[in-house]
DNA sequence: CTGAAAGCGCTTACAG
DNA sequence: CTGAAAGCGCTTACAG
């Protein structure tokens, strides 16, 4: 390649990668001669040969579940930015909740050969991580499922989060509080409903089956939730959507349908994400942070690329926060 | 590799690729054989080597100057979507508008020796894009700038669309009207404000250069924006808004100081992102339509992929709409 | 119908 | 301080 400019290709792979170590020396005289022979002909090395050679691609992967909730660009763009400051490239994928994008991915991941991932998935069994890790890969899941020995776990307590919700509804004097759940096989729905349940409980309030809305995480079901809910024969006062998406079209819902916000519904979200703030009125919900995120998974997938041996799994917990504003 | 199941190496990967062509035929009860073994080895072929060995990644890159603007994610997965159907990845980079992550981006396009990339740029220059034809690889740019002979530009015909609205605005009575014009620096900002400056030249209204307010394509700058211009001496009683983004701060901003929208001051803005429906009152707004760009960048990229020579280029240009809803 | 061999562009012991 | 050589995991003429 660049070795027109003087030297053996093995010099110039020397000073490309700064290779000054064990018993390597480059005379000052040849590495400039090198670096400006490279920088003439503009060289930069193949990234592939460079992952078949060394059987690292510098790259990490993360999946995300779908684009229409702004949370995940904004999740996936942090992690690039975490990511570029430790040279790794980011590949992003998003699976719309599809299982064979799901599918796809895993294969993808595989035949590219990323040092780690971030994802949060509802299909990948015990078995297709295994492949992963068996295949080097460090992997990191947001949420706490499926459980594996050999991967990370990075999470809010969102138990505790909807808890403290559903603390601040009854404090508000509600007594009737409804959830619009989101799909009960995502981590994130389970999770969220299960505090809404502990809720419940802990303020001695009955389950009423009625007032606990399952629906996917797609725009539009949360007006069609919130429809059903204010047709009730003793609608709710309250109601907590399990995220932001969910939360902000049932608000609208209810505010179309002429109902104040938060005098005749309260609502609050999950997520805090930027469309938050530009309905009226503005979204009470928690905040979920991406950049705390973005920053503990990247730190834990270096951890695990940087290491030889494959660390026993990990869990970490990121503190979340619940912001007030007009909607509850 | 799997040859551990029978035949030589060579063998496996004809069946792999399904390469049973020119003068190479694999017996059906080897091909199974094969085929078995990789399935129970749970073989993948890394596209590492595979690109190495073929210069080809199979590989689409993706530029988009902010997550921020859900358009831009939109427009990513379409792309994704699109790419996937003749089998190829893509790789999404955000720069954020900063010069520095899209020279990044330039260098990372190189070095992973993508196939295409559809991109919008600020920075590049007609050097940069040089490189990237030199190296082979297929480049489609939204929008017209810069213009390269051997680059293909996509974009809709954004001069006439801003025309369409502000004829629209004409016919709604409206005399006096402002723009919020975004960056100067980016094509889609100068385009529009083109547009706006014809509109009103078209039906022989003055420019005053107190109803041009040049921002940067960020939240908060549309509600700075409107601020000015409604504490204009003489307010305007519409605006067009070169985004989204900028037309929903805008119309956030009238609507919270007491203004009501579209009767004391209209407003359009342009691509129809999906916050244009979930703000009160809702947006109108020129469609953008991201699969359409989608498909056809997709597809022009798969032409010259496919094509040994490099093609001349070519210029399409998608169909606008304009999507009246509430704000004007 | 199938295989041996060279080559893709790098890196990395190993010699000198 | 520098270079020759093998090897990373594939593909693809070329022989047979």
């Known amino acids: 390649v660049a070795e027109l400019a003087g030297v053996s290709i093995t010099t110039v792979s020397f000073v490309m990668n700064n290779k000054t170590g064990s018993n390597v020396w480059i005379s000052d005289e040849t590495r400039q001669k090198v670096l400006a022979a490279a920088r ?6 193949l990234s592939a040969a460079q992952a078949l050679a060394t059987k690292r691609s510098n790259t990490l992967a993360v999946m995300i579940p ?6 995940y660009p904004h999740l996936a763009a942090a992690i690039q930015r975490e990511a570029e400051k430790s040279n790794f490239e980011v590949v992003i994928y998003n699976t719309d909740n599809d299982p064979g994008r799901e599918e796809a991915f895993l294969d993808a991941l595989l035949r590219r050969g990323v040092d780690g991932v971030v994802t949060q998935t509802y ?17 990191v899941i947001h949420g706490d499922r499926p459980t594996h020995p050999f991967a990370d776990n990075l999470m809010l307590d969102e138990v505790k989060a909807v808890e403290a919700v559903m603390a ?3 404090r508000q004097g509600h007594r009737r509080i409804a959830t619009i759940a989101g799909p009960p096989t995502s981590w994130g729905g389970r999770l969220r409903k299960k505090g809404y349940l502990s809720g419940l409980r802990r303020h001695d309030m009955a389950v009423e089956e009625s007032l606990i809305r399952e629906t996917r995480f797609k725009r539009g079901d949360g007006a069609q939730a919130m429809e059903a809910l204010l047709a009730l024969p003793e609608p709710p006062t309250a109601v907590f959507a399990a995220n932001d998406l969910l939360a902000i079209d049932a608000l609208l819902f209810a505010v179309d349908a002429g109902r104040s916000v938060p005098e ?5 979200g999950f997520d805090n994400i930027p469309e938050a703030t530009i309905v009226r009125p503005r979204l009470t919900t928690v905040h979920k942070d ?18 030889d041996e494959v660390l026993p799994a990990r869990r970490k917990i990121l ?5 007030y504003r007009e909607s509850a």
């Open 264 to 268: 005749d519904v309260a609502i609050v």
């Open 40 to 45: 003439t002909l503009n060289y930069r090395p």
């Open 290 to 307: 991406v950049n705390l995120l973005a920053a503990a998974g990247v730190e834990m997938l270096m951890e695990r690329i940087n290491c």
């Open 319 to 323: 503190p979340y926060e619940i912001i």
């Open 123 to 139: 299909q990948w069994s015990t078995a297709d991580i295994d492949q992963l890790i068996e295949a080097g890969v460090a992997v």
């Open 168 to 170: 601040y509804l009854v």
């Open 66 to 71: 779908h684009v229409e909730n702004l949370f």
